[in-house]
Each structure stands twice: as C-alpha cells, then as structure tokens.
C-alpha cells in the first residue's frame, strides 16, 4: 500500500477526484475528496491486475490552482522515490498505489489536483498507459467570530443607518447568522443581507431595534462559533406619555380630589434619553408654564374649583415631543371606611339602608310568635295524645268537597275572643276536640253552624 503521511497540501475544503481516461487496470472509488485542515486524508486507489505479471511506473504529482505541478512520488515494482520535501507527510506502500496524506494543509491559492500517472509493461510487450486525477479541497474549522457596528456610537430612529459586519480569521465556506436577543434576524424591508450573510444593514433604525446583537459562524466540519454581544442603543421617543397621582379619584381625563388636600403628579414616557418636562395650566384659553420636571405640586390656594393642566414632554436629541391634558375637580370624596367602601364599590350606601330595616322587622316577627303561639307547647300537647287518637287515619279536608261547598267565614264567639280572627291558643283548645292533625279546612267546619244566632244572643 503506497501512504503520503503530512502532505503539505493546502486548500480550502475538500478533495476531489477527477477520473480522464477509464480504465481495467485501475479502479478509484471517489473522484472527488473532502478533507479537514490537520486532520489525514486517504487516496485510496484498487488494482486491477497482478503485479507479477506486469511492470509498472507511475507517478503522483500535485497540481496547485495556478498551473504548477510538483512530483511527490515515483514509483515502479521494486522502487519507491518520494519527494525530499514531502517525505515527512505522504506513505506510499505496496502492493497497491494508494496514497495516504498525514496531515492536510490549505494551500493558499485554494483548491488542488492530485494526479496519478501508471505505465504498464505486460510479458507480451504490450504498454498500457493510465491517468487519475483527484480533484482535493480541504475545509479549514471556524474561528470564533468578531463582529464590528458602524457607526459606534448611539444612533436616532427613523434618521440614522447601522452596518453590523461579522469576520472570521479562520475558516472555508463559513455561513453566518444574525441573532438580536437570542432571536434569529431574517431579510425584511429594513433588513438587508450580504450574499454570505456576514454584513446586515439596518435601514433606517427604529426604537424596535436597540438590544443585544451576535453573529454564529460556522461550515460543514464546524459546529457554530458564536461572536461576543454587542449593544445597540437607540435614542427614541416620547412615547406613551401619561400623568398618574396616588391621591384622589381618576376617572379617564378627571382627577377627583378632596377640598384642601395637597396633591401630587408624576408625569411619564418611554423615551431615550429622558424627556424634559413643563407643567402647564390652562384657564379660557390662556395658558401659563407652573413648573419644569416629571413632579407637580398643586397648591392648596388653587383647588377652589376645577381647573385644567398640561405636561408636554420633550426629547432634546430626536426632537421629539407630546403632551396629556387633564382636569382637576374638588369634591368630597370622604376619608378611611367611606372612601374605602367607595373605591372597592362591595357594599352601596343605599344597601346598607334597606337592609338594616328588614332586619329589624324580622327579628321583631320572630319574639312576637315565640310570645303568642308558644310552639313549644303545641309540640308537647301532640306528643302527649293517646296512642290511639294519633292511629287515626289523616283527613286532609278534601275527601268530599261536595259536601263543603259553600261560602264560610270566621267569626268570634262573645266572650271568648275579642277579635274576628282565631288566635294560636284557640287552635291549641281546638286539640281536645279533634286531632291535632286538624287542618284549616277541619278548623272552618268547628266554627259554629250558626254565627248569625250567636252574635243575636
């Protein structure tokens, strides 16, 4: 077997073999061959014939992209001549021609041909002449990534451009990838890409761009080499300005507060670099500048009536600016459980009043029967009734209604009560009379059969 140990082969990706003139003799399973900077690289080629049946000579030269062409190894039957500096980095060894590259390096005009050149003598003096070329690239591993922005320094939205530009110091075929925030970026209108993605321009920037950017290089024997993060700052805004008071009532635009309580704004928005602020009070169409700052007081002497304020901010770099209006009125809001009540909104005034008085009734309701009808000892007199009284079969009143049609009204006997309608002690009496499983109807039919005779007497 015929090895190259540490060819000092140098190209860009991988090797290739080229096959010009087919061939019996020789069979070489790849035209084509990749390998890897550092890493050894086998040519392995198969003979088709004896070599005790025929002589050979042959040859495998490398060819560089520029035309020139080196002899590494010289070879017959008996002899093997390897190039003085080559000798450290190619094997050659029969009974084949294979060659075996120990260590791959990339030539610096790129990719390489490696060549073998056979001649065969045969018994019968017959020559046979044979030429392979395998065509060798070799991929060199990424380096970590460095990544440049242009221009340096913050930029202002909607203004200004920013070229963000990733380079690597080692590598072949790299492909490169733009992330901001973990996020990967892909083409868009504002976002333009190079052929090999190493350059994206942002045009123009917005508040949407600023964040963390990285680049992630990489190739076919490489994993991805991740560059360091770089900020972007961009000067924005104001954006959703707003003013807010921890005291009082808000109800959209209005602020609610007490009569005679100081109170407080703070006036806000999402702007880089901050704003500056300018309070404003406004009275039939006059206006006049309070204060400077995100911070109002409002003085006691002017919460006699409802009056209308401003804060405008302003942004001294992207010249920008906005402004919130609002109206201050006085009125009485009420203080500790009345406000509390008011702000939760659980229980209404109103509420409270009507509940309170129904309460009351029914707890006046429940004394006044427990006094009258004294269920305790109706409950005991039931209990008390002999066995069979209570094996009386139940009457509901309705066994023959026939009989009872009619008109009935209640009425009081003289002398025994002293109004028309029957009390909870006449029911009770009424026990001694009939079972106390007594209906209303049972109680109607023991009035007295003649109520007009009785109120005559």
Not at 147 to 165: C, G, L, M, Q, R
Not at 221 to 249: A, F, H, W
Not at 404 to 427: A, H, N, W
Request: aromatic fraction near 8%; glycine fraction near 6%.
């Amino acid at each position: 077997m015929f090895e190259v140990v540490g060819l000092n082969v140098k190209s860009t990706s991988t090797i290739s073999v080229h096959l010009e003139t087919s061939s019996e003799l020789i069979h070489i399973p790849s035209l084509v061959r990749h390998g890897i900077e550092g890493s050894p690289l086998l040519l392995s080629v198969e003979t088709l014939f004896s070599l005790d049946e025929a002589e050979i000579q042959g040859t495998w030269s490398h060819t560089k992209p520029s035309g020139t062409r080196t002899t590494l190894v010289t070879f017959t039957n008996d002899t093997v001549i390897t190039d003085m500096m080559y000798r450290n980095h190619l094997l050659f060894k029969q009974p084949n021609v294979s060659l075996l590259i120990l260590k791959l390096n990339r030539d610096s005009e790129g990719d390489y041909d490696l060549s073998l050149n056979i001649k065969f003598h045969n018994r019968k003096g017959q020559v046979t002449k044979e030429e392979k070329t395998i065509h060798v690239t070799v991929d060199v591993p990424v380096s970590t990534p460095l990544i440049e922005k242009s221009p340096s320094h913050p930029v202002v939205e909607d203004k200004a451009n920013v070229t963000w530009t990733c380079s690597v110091e080692r590598g072949t075929r790299v492909v490169f990838q733009w992330l901001r925030d973990d996020v990967l970026l892909t083409p868009s209108s504002r976002y333009h890409f190079s052929q090999d993605n190493s350059v994206l321009v942002i045009t123009p920037v917005t508040k949407m761009d600023k964040g963390s950017y990285r680049c992630v290089a990489s190739n076919s024997v490489s994993r991805g080499q991740s560059s360091k993060m770089v900020e972007l700052s961009v000067y924005y805004g104001p954006y959703n300005l707003e003013v807010n008071s921890g005291q009082g009532l808000r109800t959209g635009e209005v602020f609610t507060i007490n009569p005679g309580e100081l109170v407080f704004f703070e006036c806000q928005a999402d702007s880089n670099p901050p704003n500056s602020y300018v309070w404003i009070y406004k009275s039939h169409n006059v206006t006049e500048i309070i204060t400077e700052g995100p911070r109002l007081e409002v003085q006691l002497y002017r919460l006699a009536q409802a009056e209308e304020y401003l804060c405008r901010a302003f942004n001294n770099v992207t010249k920008k600016q906005d402004e919130t209006q609002f109206t201050l009125v006085v009125a009485s809001l009420g203080t500790g459980k009345e406000k509390h009540i008011q702000e939760g909104g659980s229980v209404s005034p109103l509420a409270v009043i009507i509940i309170c008085p129904l309460f009351l009734i029914s707890c006046m309701l429940l004394v006044f029967l427990r006094k009258t009808c004294h269920p305790k000892r109706v409950l005991m007199s039931i209990y008390n009734k002999p066995f069979s009284e209570q094996k009386q079969p139940h009457r509901s009143g309705h066994e023959d209604a026939t009989e009872d049609f009619g008109i009935y009204e209640f009425v009081s006997v003289p002398g025994k009560m002293e109004s028309t309608q029957v009390s909870c002690r006449s029911l009770a009496r009424l026990e001694t009379i009939q079972d106390m499983h007594t209906t209303i109807y049972d109680v109607i039919r023991h009035a007295p059969e003649s109520p007009s005779q009785s109120l005559l007497e």
